[in-house]
Every structure is written in structure tokens, then in C-alpha cells.
């Protein structure tokens, strides 16, 4: 047999052992293919490979890890498999950059060494501590599957790209303790330095259901004490993975906060990945730095239900503080929703969204996203259209830009909201549910209006990104739902009836909390060719997806503006740019 021969029998036999679903089991809920996660990949197909995201040249990713700012540079460092495209054989790689946008691959930072993490060096932060330099903090994974908490020093601070790292041998720095899930302790935060002079992170856990963020205090940060209360604790939501939690002002409504932040105009944000379901939810609240516990506002939901950073393919999130900017990024993972045989197939999975400002909105009652202004350097080819009206049922072409590969903005004008469609209580509050009642081909009052991305032209594949504006019978206030539905996005055909050999097209949507007073409503949406971000109302509601068009690609692929509401929209604006893809991409020293 020649070479591709035997290539494309090792793959068939991946494949076959793939059916058998030969998978050991979950931890951390990634599905372990144990058979799968040291296969080497064959060939990359580029189909739907990202041209402005971050993503590696092949190979699985996960977790973004310790983003932090530093002589200079941005440095990302995330979780990946140097040996196949599903979860496993999991080290730090590393990646630098001027402005967010080029990215330089440098050599992995850390990768399982020592009797601590030997079983795996998983998720955790860097924390800038004065005097010494960046300091990382991360989770290890002992031969027995013990999660413990470990820290790695730069060999040369001075060194802006931190290329080397060091555990040093007093090592770990902390173990769960005779009250803790050992399998159940992991992702530990930048950590900030408190009045009292003692160090603080929080690290994710779980008893029985409840999750937990417990809080460590040092000294010096090598000795790590728990506290004697988690910062903040909830029944019935399971594992918390990746905490993150830090301060935002209640008066400035334009610039981030960094963690050490003391002042009577702050609220904090407590954010958590939720393992059972993977999605995140986060809180506002009050922190209390004396007692170091952390309790969410009245009016903010603490479980299922609450509000998250992003209502779609989004998780294992992270923020930083970047004080050459004086703002707080925020990094996000957003996994493939086709199948793990199409990710071995490719030989790639995972990417991470463009890194978003965080701030709080001016209403003080959730937190607002934006796209860093850096990814607008890639704006190329323009254009604008203006007042344009759109009756209903009517489709109008975006032209003049290559739209799997583009950033569009838009401002509908709507005018009166008399003929929403009542919020009949009947109807589900899910919004996911509500979405995949009323899709865009579902005629309604005020829409849904909205974009059409990476459609073709008789809308075989679309994926629509769309608001429709309900009326709540009770108070008459509107009701706007935003909808990022995967449903006709690819006509790809599923392998398998397995729900693993399915791919994954759901109607992500959420509510987006505005009263359209002016009788406006704006979309922002970064396209590029699997994945669509969408900001709604300038960044309240933010919905990722990742979608698998095979029609509907590169020049193949079109973009509109539809109405299928009785309710004519005006366009008031539409600004659409092509987007360039950075000329340093990520593949260095991979
Ligand atoms: C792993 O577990 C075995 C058996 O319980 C025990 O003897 C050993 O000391 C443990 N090793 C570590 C590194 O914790
Ligand atoms: C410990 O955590 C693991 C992983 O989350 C879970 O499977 C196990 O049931 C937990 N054990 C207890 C006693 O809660
Ligand atoms: C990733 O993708 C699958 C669909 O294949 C989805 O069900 C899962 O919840 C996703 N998210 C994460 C964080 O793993
Ligand atoms: C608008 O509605 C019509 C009629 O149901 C449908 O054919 C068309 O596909 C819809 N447009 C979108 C974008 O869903
Ligand atoms: C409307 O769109 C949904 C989602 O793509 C699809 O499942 C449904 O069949 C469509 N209905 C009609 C009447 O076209």
C-alpha cells in the first residue's frame, strides 16, 4: 500500500472504532476518545477553516489560558492537543501579539512534567505580581486523576515574550483537602492582591450538585490557605468550571477596572462555566473583601437562567485587564458543532471568538460586549447603503463585499411597535424554544427582520441572525427576541444516527433588553466562513454560532437584509467592510 493508502485505511479504522463508540468516558465533559487522541493528522482541509480567528494550524483547541499584557505584548496561551484534533494530550501553547489581531506562535509554555501534573496541565491564569513579574497558576492533574493547583515562573521576566517557563520545586500550591471533590478543583484566576496585603484567587468546584468558587489567600504567593467560605456558592448547577470574577464601575462607563480596584462605585461580576450544560451564566453583586464573600444582586438570576457573556457556542471564557488600554478583554472559546469524525476528517477543532470589551451597561443591570477596536484594522473593500425600505417578505443583496469573510453593521429603523405580536403566555420563556417555534420564515408582526449570512441565493443554506419584537400583553412593553438559528445553515448530510455523528444546529437566542423608545435596533456581525458573531443593541446580547455551509462558501456565499414582518423596516444604515485575514498567522512553532 502506498502511503495515502495506508492513510486512508488507519482513518477508516478510526472511523469504524468511532462507531463502536469506543469512548471511555467524560471528564471535565469532553468526551475522551482515547483511541482518537494521539492520531495524527493526515492533511488539513481548509473548507472552513477561520481567516481573522485565532485558531492553530491543526489540532485540537480548548480553553483560552492567563491572556495577560506585557512588555508589549498580548500573550495567549491556550488549551491544546500537540497530537490530534479531539480533546487530549492537553499542554499550554502560546501565542504573542502587538494588537490582537497578528499573531505569533511561540513554543508550548507548559506541558505535563511533574508528579503534579503529569496527568495533564489544564486551565488557569497569569497574574502580574510586583517584583517578581507574570506568575501562571493552573490546574495539574496527578497520575491518579487528583486535580491540584500549581504556579510556573518565566525563566527571563525580562524577556517580553516569556518564551520559557519554569515549575519551580515547591510545588503544588494546592491541594484539595479532605472536604473537596479531588476530580472536582480546577481553573484558578489572575489572582489580586488585597488591602490586607494578602493575595486572592478563586478556583471552580462542586459538592454534590452545588457549585462552588472557593477562595485562597497568600502571603507570598506560594503558600495558598483556603478560606474558610467559598466567595460564593449555588445549589443545583453542578461543576463551576473557569471562574472568572472582577470588578466593574458604576460610573464609568467606558473604561475597564483592573482586579485590585478598591471604591464604593463598583459592582462585581461573578461569571462561571457550567459543566453539565456547558454554557456560562454570570451575576452582579456586591463583593465584601473583609469577609471575601460575594453576593449577587436581588434582581440578578443565580442558576440556570442566568445572564451570560454569550447565548451561544461560547465557553471556558476568561477576562483580562489590559492597563495599556485601561480595558477588560474578554477571550472565549467556541467549539465545532459538527461531527468529531468532520474534526478528525479536517483535522482541526475549536477556535477562539474575537476577543470583546467588557463594560457595564449604563442601566447597571447586565454587562455589554464589543468586538476590539484593533479587528477593524482588517476592514477592507466598503460599502454603505442608506434609508433603504424593506416591505414585508421582501430580501435585499448586501453587494460589493466577500461575505463568508466580512464585518456588517446595521441600524433598523422601525418606527411604531403597534403591530407587535402579542407575548402570548402561552408561549415558552426559553428563548431557544421561542426561536425554533418562530424562525425567519414564521410571518410576524414586527419581524423577524434581520441579516442573512452565508446564504445561498434560493436560501438552500442560510444561517439568519434576525429580532422579532413581541408585545407583553400585560404592560405593553416589547418583548425583543434575537435569534442566531443553525437550523438551515448547512445542507451537509449527518453520517450517522449517533448524536455524536449529528451535527449540531441550534436556534440560539435570548431576549435583548431594550425598549426600542426610538424605534431602533442595531446588529453588528463578524462572518468568517464556520462561525458567525452576532452583537445585538450594540453588544447586549451577544449569540456566537459555528456553522458547516457546503454551498454557501467563499465566493459562493451571499449576505441580506430580509423582513418578514407585516411591519415595514427602514434600513437606516448598513456599513459592510470585507475582512482582510492578518498576514502573520498562528503558524510558528506548532
Ligand atoms: C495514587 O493512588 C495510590 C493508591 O491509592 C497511592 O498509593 C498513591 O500514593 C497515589 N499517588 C499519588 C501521586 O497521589
Ligand atoms: C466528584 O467530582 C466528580 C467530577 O465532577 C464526580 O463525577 C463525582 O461524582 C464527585 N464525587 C462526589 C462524592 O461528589
Ligand atoms: C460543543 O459542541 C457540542 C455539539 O457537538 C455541544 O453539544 C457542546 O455542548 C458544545 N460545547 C462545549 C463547551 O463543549
Ligand atoms: C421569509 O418567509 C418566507 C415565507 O415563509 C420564506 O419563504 C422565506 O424563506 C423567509 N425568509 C427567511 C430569511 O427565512
Ligand atoms: C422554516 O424554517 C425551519 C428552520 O429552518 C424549517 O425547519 C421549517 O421546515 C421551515 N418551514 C417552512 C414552512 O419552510
Redesign the pocket.
Known amino acids: 500500500m502506498g502511503a495515502s493508502n495506508i492513510a486512508y485505511a488507519l482513518l477508516l479504522l478510526v472511523l469504524i472504532n468511532l462507531s463502536n463508540h469506543n469512548i471511555k468516558g467524560t471528564e471535565a465533559f469532553h468526551q475522551i476518545y482515547e483511541n482518537l487522541q494521539s492520531e495524527s493528522v493526515e492533511s488539513v482541509n481548509h473548507l472552513h477553516r477561520t481567516g481573522f480567528h485565532f485558531q492553530p494550524p491543526k489540532h485540537w483547541i480548548n480553553d483560552p489560558n492567563g491572556p495577560v499584557y506585557y512588555k508589549g505584548f498580548y500573550h495567549l496561551f491556550y488549551q491544546y492537543n500537540p497530537k490530534g484534533a479531539v480533546w487530549g494530550n492537553i499542554i499550554w501553547a502560546h501565542s504573542v501579539s502587538k494588537d490582537l489581531v497578528n499573531w505569533e506562535a511561540l513554543e508550548p509554555a507548559i506541558h505535563p512534567s511533574k508528579w503534579f501534573d503529569i496527568g495533564g496541565t489544564w486551565s488557569g491564569s497569569i497574574t502580574l505580581v510586583p517584583g517578581k513579574g507574570p506568575i501562571i497558576i493552573y490546574t495539574g492533574v496527578n497520575q491518579n486523576q487528583t486535580q491540584i493547583q500549581s504556579y510556573a515562573i518565566p525563566q527571563d521576566p525580562s524577556d517580553p515574550y516569556l518564551r520559557k517557563w519554569i515549575k519551580p520545586d515547591d510545588n503544588p500550591i494546592a491541594m484539595p483537602d479532605y472536604t473537596m471533590n479531588g476530580s472536582a478543583f480546577r481553573d484558578p484566576t489572575t489572582a489580586w492582591l488585597a488591602k490586607d496585603g494578602h493575595w486572592r484567587t478563586v478556583v471552580g468546584s462542586r459538592r454534590k450538585d452545588r457549585g462552588i468558587a472557593y477562595i485562597y489567600r497568600s502571603r507570598d504567593f506560594k503558600h495558598w490557605v483556603k478560606a474558610k467560605h467559598p466567595v460564593h456558592s449555588k445549589e443545583s448547577t453542578g461543576m463551576w468550571e473557569c471562574p472568572d470574577f472582577f470588578p466593574v464601575s458604576l460610573t464609568d462607563f467606558e473604561n475597564g477596572l483592573d482586579l485590585d480596584y478598591v471604591g464604593s462605585n463598583t459592582k462585581h461580576v461573578l461569571k462561571v462555566s457550567l459543566d453539565i450544560t456547558r454554557y456560562e451564566y454570570y451575576t452582579l453583586g456586591r463583593y465584601d473583601p473583609k469577609t471575601d464573600r460575594y453576593i449577587p444582586d436581588g434582581d440578578s438570576p443565580d442558576g440556570w437562567d442566568g445572564l451570560r457573556f454569550d447565548y451561544g457556542n461560547f465557553y471556558a471564557s476568561k477576562t483580562f485587564f489590559d492597563y495599556k488600554k485601561n480595558r477588560r478583554i474578554l477571550w472565549g472559546w467556541a467549539n465545532e458543532s459538527d461531527t468529531v469524525q468532520d474534526d478528525i476528517l479536517k483535522g482541526w477543532a475549536g477556535i477562539q471568538v474575537i476577543p470583546r470589551t467588557v463594560l457595564l451597561d449604563t442601566s447597571k443591570k447586565q454587562l455589554v460586549f464589543w468586538p476590539v477596536e484593533e479587528i477593524e484594522s482588517l476592514r477592507g473593500n466598503y460599502i454603505r447603503m442608506n434609508n433603504h425600505e424593506i416591505k414585508k417578505?421582501q430580501?435585499l443583496e448586501v453587494k460589493g463585499i466577500t461575505p463568508a469573510q466580512a464585518d456588517v453593521e446595521v441600524t433598523f429603523y422601525v418606527g411604531s411597535l403597534e403591530k407587535a405580536e402579542p407575548f402570548d403566555p402561552s408561549f415558552t420563556f426559553i428563548p431557544f424554544d421561542l426561536c425554533k417555534m418562530k424562525?425567519?420564515?414564521?410571518?410576524g408582526g414586527v419581524g423577524p427582520f434581520g441579516l442573512?449570512t452565508l446564504a445561498t441565493p434560493d436560501?438552500e443554506e442560510?444561517t439568519?441572525v434576525f429580532f422579532r419584537v413581541f408585545k407583553d400583553t400585560s404592560n405593553h412593553n416589547p418583548k425583543v427576541l434575537m435569534c442566531s438559528d443553525a437550523r438551515p445553515s448547512s445542507l451537509k448530510q449527518d453520517r450517522g444516527p449517533l448524536p455524536k455523528e449529528r451535527m449540531y444546529k441550534p436556534s440560539f437566542a435570548a431576549f435583548v433588553d431594550t425598549d426600542m423608545a426610538d424605534g431602533r435596533i442595531s446588529l453588528r456581525i463578524l462572518i468568517d466562513h464556520s462561525v458567525v458573531e452576532s452583537f445585538g443593541a450594540l453588544g447586549k446580547t451577544v449569540i456566537t454560532s459555528r456553522v458547516y455551509p457546503v454551498k454557501a462558501v467563499k465566493e459562493n456565499a451571499h449576505l441580506y437584509v430580509?423582513n418578514?414582518g407585516t411591519q415595514s423596516v427602514t434600513v437606516e444604515s448598513l456599513d459592510a467592510w470585507n475582512m482582510e485575514t492578518p498576514l502573520q498567522m498562528n503558524d510558528g512553532a506548532l
Open positions: 417578505g430580501r424562525g425567519s420564515n414564521v410571518t442573512i436560501l442560510y439568519p430580509f418578514n
